[in-house]
């Protein structure tokens, strides 16, 4: 590759018109400092302005493109200002804009008679079809009939730059790609089978779409040039992924090995043998802890595999080789939980565990900083375990439970402790989503993957119904016959998109007609809002078999491990997906009794809410259930993003492109191996702006 390759591509936006060093440094505080940097920009939607249509054939819920005339204006405040313009078109059929910020001056541009271009969705008014808050542009006599041959990419606002503006930056940033040769980082000879457009044809099919490219095309993700960006950043996300997993390689780690001898008090201790896949996985991880390099694995395991006690062999022989080992959870409800199951386990042992938690009284929360200072073995919470006043003595291994609860770059940061310029802490990350294996390699390409493949001996499976919510009373009365026979019930509220405190109520109101329904039985309520003194009151409780029903909202989703507990009713089932439904039920079915799962739903059901309850009613493999969940959602919910709204990409879809990560993993391989300088341009292209953003 010559020394210049690239040169123009890392031009500062400077020298583009119109760039001062105000809007330079709006856009620098983006990420953005380049041109290639604004290539980059993609449009975030399209919008066809191809073609007119009629005001007639107009249909609810549409976005459309009129061309009309004013036919009426008229200025209301009633509680609040608001412009309501009539337009009719010549099918005379009319229409209303509304607006409900305006200047005055806007407002007296709408005079009866002139003819304007109308963009907006078509929403129901109160006499007829309505647009509000448009976009139009008021046109001339002979412009009239006259539209774009192209569909109009749009661009995100950047604070204190519209989209429009930006639109305008990345037009003219376009003006200045170099030729193919000085641009493409995909050598020939690995994409020419793909009959995919090279890197400048497809930014500029996607910034400036050819007449005839269709936005069912650019939606689904189906036109070459889509693909073509698509693959590049998944490969280059993959390679960065990748790289960083070599730079933690290259650090030293402390050598753990602990005599085998060492474990043994532990093991003999536990009420159960380890499963074949639990002993196969916890060798992997003392290959890994003794090997002089940070270990970085993954441990996937269908929910009730056993995961605890796998983390707690990595633990103990870090802890034994006189280190210090942290294992975080997504809930201080589960941070808890661990934290009760570690020190029943480890107390015997001689070990200190420390519980740090976020409700704390300020002199608990001393001490325990200090013990943790002071060398404590183990320590357990949630992410604030890895806050900056949190020092350890020694901590060699640090372990994330539930990891799709986290983001990916809440993983990443956990390097960081711990970590200094040669030496990095070893890492265990445990996940209950079995995600698909393309889709792991993409995903999790800095870590090395585990999978204890097998549940503990003697689970009988859980029996799964679905019935209507209508029906809420005969399951009431058949759990007075449950408990009778001494089982315990989670009763499970959901609404989700709603606020906490709607949950709450609604589980409040649930546990009123239960509690009342069944006298003699001890009924207690969970939720977000109930104090965290109580919440751990309850769960001993409910682990000790002195509460027979739990009604919970999806608080205890994650982790909660009481093995008595035999049924789950679940109401309104039908708003959650597949991956949370599994993980529910996956809290019953842990001891020897059969278990049962109730799903309750609220009729009529969709068609896609049939089908999730239909697949947990055929199939209780994880596995599977992932997979169809991806089919069915998209790889956010898998891969725990939900909560951030954010995958991180700029144009892929991991579940819409699935179809391209054999070949991206292909080119990866080659990449790494005999093009390095190119791969290192990849994750600067793809990812260097925008790491720097997220790290601002
Ligand atoms: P996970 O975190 O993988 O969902 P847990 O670690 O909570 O699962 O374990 C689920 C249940 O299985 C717990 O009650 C635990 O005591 C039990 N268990 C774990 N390993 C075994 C085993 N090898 N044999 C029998 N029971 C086991
Ligand atoms: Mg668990």
């Not at 493999?621 to 992932?626: C, T």
Request: aromatic share 6%.
């Amino acid at each position: 590759m010559k020394p210049e390759f690239g040169a123009q591509a890392r031009q500062p936006i400077s020298v583009l018109h119109g760039v001062g060093p105000a809007i330079a440094g709006k856009l620098h505080d983006r990420g953005i400092d380049t041109l290639q940097d604004l290539w980059l920009q993609l449009p975030i939607a399209f919008e066809d302005r191809t073609q007119i249509i009629t005001l007639d054939a107009l249909q609810l819920g549409q976005t459309a493109q009129v061309e009309v005339r004013v036919a009426a204006v008229e200025r209301g405040f009633r509680f609040r200002p608001m412009l309501k313009v009539t337009v009719q078109d010549e099918s005379l059929r009319q229409l209303s804009l509304r607006f409900f910020h305006y200047s005055s001056s806007q407002a007296s541009q709408f005079l009866v008679g002139r003819l304007l271009r109308c963009y907006g969705q078509v929403r129901l008014g109160v006499n007829s079809f309505e647009m509000v808050h448009p976009s139009y542009r008021f046109i001339t006599e002979d412009q009239a009939g006259i539209c774009r041959d192209r569909l109009d990419p749009v661009y995100s606002n950047i604070d204190g730059i519209g989209a429009a503006t930006l639109g305008k930056l990345v037009r003219q940033s376009l003006r200045h790609l170099p030729p193919e040769a000085d641009l493409e980082l995909i050598p020939e000879a690995l994409l020419q089978d793909s009959g995919l457009p090279g890197f400048g044809a497809a930014l500029t099919a996607i910034h400036e779409p050819l007449p005839g490219t269709t936005l069912a095309e650019l939606r689904t993700g189906r036109h070459p040039a889509m693909q073509r960006l698509a693959l590049e950043e998944l490969l280059a996300h993959h390679l960065s992924l990748r790289k960083q997993r070599l730079a933690v390689k290259a650090k030293a780690a402390r050598r753990i090995d602990p005599p085998a001898s060492s474990l043994e008090p532990f093991l003999a201790g536990l009420p159960y043998r380890l499963t074949a896949a639990q002993q196969r996985v916890i060798d992997d991880i003392r290959g890994d802890l003794r090997s002089g390099q940070p270990m970085l694995r993954l441990v996937q395991g269908d929910v009730g595999s056993g995961k605890t006690v796998v983390a707690a062999l990595a633990a103990l022989s870090t802890i034994r080789a006189g280190g210090q080992a942290a294992l975080m959870a997504p809930t201080e409800l589960l941070a808890e939980q661990h934290a009760r199951t570690f020190m029943d386990w480890f107390a015997p042992l001689g070990i200190d565990t420390v519980f740090l938690a976020g409700k704390q009284t300020a002199a608990v929360r001393r001490q325990n900083l200090q013990r943790i200072a002071d060398g404590a073995g183990m320590v357990i919470g949630t992410h604030a375990l890895m806050q900056d006043h949190v020092q350890y003595r020694q901590l060699d291994l640090v372990m994330v439970d539930e990891q799709h609860r986290f983001g990916v770059d809440q993983r990443l940061s956990l390097r960081d402790k711990g970590e200094s310029e040669a030496h990095s802490p070893h890492q265990l990350i445990l996940t209950a989503t079995p995600i698909p294996r393309t889709l792991a390699m993409s995903a999790y390409a800095d870590l090395d993957v585990s999978v204890i493949d097998e549940l503990p001996p003697g689970r009988t499976p859980v029996q799964t119904v679905a019935l209507a919510n209508s029906r809420r009373d005969e399951v009431i009365a058949h759990i007075r016959d449950y408990c009778g026979q001494g089982n315990q019930i989670y009763w499970v509220c959901t609404l989700i998109d709603e606020s906490e405190d709607i949950q709450a109520q609604s589980a409040q109101a649930a546990f009123e007609l239960i509690a009342a329904s069944l006298p003699g039985i001890e009924v207690a309520l969970l939720h977000s809002k109930v104090p965290p003194a109580e919440k751990s009151r309850i769960m001993r409780e409910f682990k000790d078999n002195h509460i027979q029903v739990l009604v919970a909202t999806t608080v205890i989703e994650v982790g909660v491990d009481v093995p008595n507990a035999s049924v789950m009713v679940i109401e309104n089932a039908e708003r959650l997906g597949l991956a949370q439904l599994h993980q529910l039920r996956g809290r019953v079915g842990r001891g020897s009794t059969a278990s049962h799962c109730l799903l309750m739903y609220q009729s009529p059901l969709s068609a896609m809410a049939r089908e999730r309850i239909d697949v947990m009613r055929q199939t209780d493999n994880g596995f599977l259930i992932a997979e169809k969940d991806l089919e069915l959602r998209g790889p956010g919910e898998l891969l725990g993003t939900r909560q951030t709204g954010d995958t991180g990409y700029r144009i892929a879809d991991l579940s819409r492109d699935a179809g391209l990560l054999p070949e991206m993993l292909l080119l990866a391989e080659r990449l790494m191996h005999g093009y390095p300088e190119q791969s290192d341009l990849l994750v600067a292209r793809w990812i260097g702006g925008a790491a720097r953003f997220a790290h601002a």
